[in-house]
């Protein structure tokens, strides 16, 4: 995934430099990666169970529906009340993203529901309680400190940004240096073995939806972050993207194994690819057929190297017949 992404961006810088290397085009790659990376953080997750949760998106939108709301209504009576709840405003997108998780750990662990069948209801949930709620229209106002913070940058980098690498930190901490990341990750290799082991799969599945779910309510802060709005069909497009990011970043679909580093990097490729396409005026369809290549070259090139790099069985020489 690095070497693809320097070609990548190394390809659009020089087929058209004077609109993709401008400060105003890299800093809006570093301003739309974060909510894609987090999300794709959450569906890696999810996957190394060796689940999925398509629910993420209506979750992060629910979260920002949740937060514009009250912020509003608050603003209605007190606008500077308002301001000074902006933390247990945050605080409450957060509990949805969580309550969100919570629902769909259920279904996995207790009820046993396949992760795919079991998030696609409740996407379709959460996505009709969000229409329902709004009406099917976009919601405005948020939090000064929400806009300010979208908006500001250090060193000419989105602040945005510098909250995505550090929950993608965090992350590869609590999924490689915890008990709880590698009890994630034996489940996801062999369910039967970790259960075995003594790990009890069904808490694990649990805590593992709310932390998806967590990572989705932290998605729909960076939503309404990035623009004061809130709609229930933002990011509609993102179910799809944050698998194959997900898949492109090395996670084993299968479960057992996930690399934090190569879906961020993965997460910055696309969003490389995408911002050169929109450079050359390129349609939206032509960025999904590059999606699509992106994917099968690095599925086939990791095929491939599997095939010639399997270890060789040993076998022991036949005794000599007397």
Request: proline share 4%; glycine share 12%.
């Amino acid at each position: 995934m690095l070497i693809l992404l320097i070609i990548a961006f190394a390809l659009f810088s020089v087929l058209n430099p004077a609109v993709f290397l401008s400060t105003t085009n890299l800093q809006n790659i570093a301003l739309a990666a974060p909510e894609i990376g987090v999300i794709s953080l959450a569906m890696m997750l999810a996957m190394l169970t060796g689940g999925i949760d398509l629910s993420l998106v209506s979750i992060a939108n629910l979260s920002a529906i949740t937060m514009s709301t009250l912020f509003t209504t608050l603003a209605a009576g007190d606008p500077g009340q308002a301001e000074q709840m902006a933390p247990l405003i945050v605080l409450a997108g957060l509990a949805v993203g969580l309550a969100g998780g919570l629902v769909n750990g259920l279904l996995v662990s207790g009820l046993g529901i396949t992760p795919i069948l079991a998030t696609l209801g409740t996407m379709q949930i959460y996505n009709g309680i969000a229409v329902a709620w709004t009406g099917g229209k976009t919601l405005s106002g948020s939090p000064s400190a929400l806009t300010n913070l979208g908006l500001s940058t250090v060193g000419g980098i989105p602040i945005l940004f510098g909250l995505f690498a550090v929950v993608a930190i965090a992350f590869g901490v609590l999924i490689s240096r915890t008990p709880l990341g590698l009890r994630i990750q034996l489940l996801g290799a062999n369910p039967t073995a970790a259960r075995y082991s003594g790990i009890a799969n069904r808490r694990i599945l649990l805590s593992t939806y709310v932390l998806t779910g967590l990572l989705g309510g932290i998605a729909g802060i960076l939503f309404i972050a990035r623009n004061p709005t809130a709609s229930a069909d933002y990011g509609s497009s993102y179910v799809l993207l944050v698998i194959v990011i997900a898949v492109l970043g090395g996670t084993n679909p299968k479960g057992g194994f996930a690399s934090v580093f190569g879906v961020v990097l993965a997460t910055l490729t696309l969003q490389i690819v995408s911002s050169g396409f929109t450079a050359m005026r390129l349609s939206a369809y032509e960025y999904a057929i590059a999606q699509g290549l992106i994917l099968l070259a690095v599925m086939t090139y990791d095929e491939v190297r599997r095939r010639w790099t399997k270890p060789v069985r040993w076998r022991p020489a036949r005794r000599a017949s007397s």
